[in-house]
C-alpha cells in the first residue's frame, strides 16, 4: 500500500517536471529560428532530386549514422545466433 | 508435440490468401522509398512479418524444416555489402557522396520544383542505398526469427525442467 | 495549458515503465517495461519538433505553399527505434537461456537460487 501512495507522488511530479523542463526551451509548436532544417527543407529537391526531405536525411546528409546502425543490428543477429549455438561438448 | 501446434482450418485458410500481398506490400514500400514515406527499415519489417506469420499459422512440425539458414544468410551479407561498397565509390569527392544526381545514367533524372508525382528514376545513390538496407533487414529479421524458434524446440526437448505454472505471482 | 498534453503524456508513459521494472516479479513482464520505456522517449524526440499549422516533409504528398515540420528529429528516430528492436531481442534470448537453467521465471528465485 505505502508503494502505491509513492507511486502516485512520483508519477506528478515526473510529469511536471517533463512539461516544466521542454517548455522552458521553446513554446509547444513554435521553434522559432531553425537555420540547418530550412537549408533541408529549400535544398534538398534541387542538389539531391528526393521528393522525400526525411530519406534524403537519413541516407544521404547523415548517412554516416545509418552505417553505424546497419553495423548495429548485424551485431545483434551474430550475437543471437551465438547464444543458440548446439553445444558439441568433446 | 505438445506446444507449437498448427491453428485452425479457417487461420490456414486465410494465411495462405494474404500471405503472398504481404511481400508484395512490402516490396512497394522498400522500392517506392525516396518518394513516398517509407524505406529500407519500414518495408524490411513488413516482409519479415509475413514470415513469421507463415510459420506460426502452419505449426512447428511442418514448417520448420522447410526454412534453409543459407538464404537469409545470403540476403543480409549482400545487403551490406552493396551499402558500404555504394560509400566507398564516391571516395572522389568524400565518402558516401551522391555521385549519381542529376547525372545521365542509373538513377539519375532531374524534377520539376515544388509539389510533383514522383519520379521513379530520380536521386542517385538514395535509391540504392535504400534497397541494400531493405534486403539487410529482410535478412537480419528472419534469421533472429529461425534462431529463436529452434531455441524454443531446444527448450521443450530437455527433461529437466519444472513442471509447475511458474510466472503468477500475488 | 490543455495544448501542452503531449510532454504529460510522455512523463505519464516514462513512470509506468519504470514501475513495471522496478516492481514486478515476472520476467517477461520486466522485458515489456523495457520497451514502454523506449516508446516513452521516442515520442518525446518527435514531439519536440512540431510546428504549429505545418505539414509532413514529403512533396509528394504536402499541397502548394505550406510550411513544414521539422524533418531532422524524424530521421533521428528511425535510428532509435532499430536500436529499440535489437535491444529487445537480445533480452528475450537470455530469457530463454536462463528458463532453460533454472527452470522457472521469478526473479527472487533465480537470485537465491546458485546454478
Redesign the interface.
Known amino acids: 500500500m505505502k508503494s502505491k501512495i509513492l507511486f502516485f507522488i512520483a508519477v506528478l511530479v515526473v510529469a511536471g517536471v517533463t512539461w516544466g523542463a521542454m517548455e522552458s526551451v521553446h513554446p509547444f509548436g513554435f521553434p522559432g529560428e531553425t537555420p540547418m532544417d530550412t537549408y533541408f527543407v529549400e535544398h534538398a529537391q534541387k542538389d539531391r532530386a528526393a521528393n522525400n526531405v526525411v530519406t534524403s536525411i537519413v541516407f544521404d546528409y547523415r548517412g554516416f549514422d545509418t552505417l553505424g546502425e546497419a553495423a548495429v543490428l548485424f551485431t545483434a543477429v551474430s550475437s543471437i545466433a551465438l547464444i543458440f549455438r548446439k553445444g558439441g561438448r568433446s | 508435440m505438445r506446444h507449437m501446434r498448427p491453428l485452425s482450418v479457417i487461420a490456414r485458410v486465410v494465411c495462405n490468401a494474404f500471405a503472398w500481398f504481404m511481400v508484395v506490400f512490402g516490396s512497394y514500400v522498400i522500392i517506392h ?5 517509407g ?1 529500407g ?1 519500414q518495408g524490411g519489417a513488413v516482409v519479415a512479418t509475413a514470415l513469421a506469420f507463415l510459420v506460426i499459422t502452419h505449426g512447428g512440425d511442418f514448417a520448420l524444416p522447410k526454412l534453409k539458414k543459407e538464404l537469409f544468410i545470403g540476403l ?1 551479407q549482400a545487403g ?1 555489402l552493396i ?2 561498397c555504394a ?1 566507398f565509390a564516391a571516395l572522389g569527392t568524400t ?2 557522396y ?1 555521385f549519381l ?2 547525372s545521365g545514367g542509373l538513377f ?4 520539376p ?6 519520379v521513379l528514376n ?5 535509391a540504392l ?2 534497397m541494400a ?1 531493405g534486403f ?2 529482410v535478412g ?1 529479421l528472419s ?2 526469427l529461425y ?2 524458434l ?3 524446440l ?2 521443450l526437448g ?1 527433461e ?3 513442471k509447475e505454472e ?2 503468477h ?1 500475488r | 495549458m490543455i495544448g501542452n498534453l503531449p510532454y504529460i503524456v510522455v512523463g505519464l508513459l516514462f513512470t509506468y515503465g519504470l514501475f513495471a521494472v522496478i516492481f514486478e516479479r515476472n520476467l517477461i513482464k520486466i522485458a515489456v517495461g523495457i520497451t514502454v520505456l523506449e516508446s516513452a522517449v521516442n515520442l518525446l524526440l518527435i514531439v519536440y519538433g512540431y510546428r504549429s499549422g505545418g505539414n509532413i516533409p514529403v512533396f509528394t504528398l504536402a499541397g502548394e505553399g505550406s510550411s513544414f515540420v521539422l524533418p531532422t528529429p524524424q530521421a533521428l528516430t528511425l535510428t532509435a527505434i532499430v536500436i529499440g528492436l535489437a535491444t529487445s531481442a537480445l533480452l528475450l534470448s537470455i530469457i530463454m537461456v536462463l528458463y532453460r537453467h533454472y527452470g522457472t521465471l521469478d526473479v527472487r528465485e533465480i537470485r537465491r537460487l546458485r546454478g
Do not use: K
Open positions: 522509398g525516396h518518394l513516398t514515406p524505406g527499415f543480409e551490406l551499402f558500404i560509400g565518402f558516401f551522391n544526381a542529376n539519375g533524372a532531374s524534377i520544383l515544388g509539389p510533383n508525382s514522383g530520380s536521386s542517385g545513390t538514395i542505398m535504400n538496407v539487410e533487414v537480419g534469421l533472429i534462431y529463436m529452434h531455441g524454443i531446444q527448450n530437455s529437466e525442467m519444472g511458474t510466472g505471482d
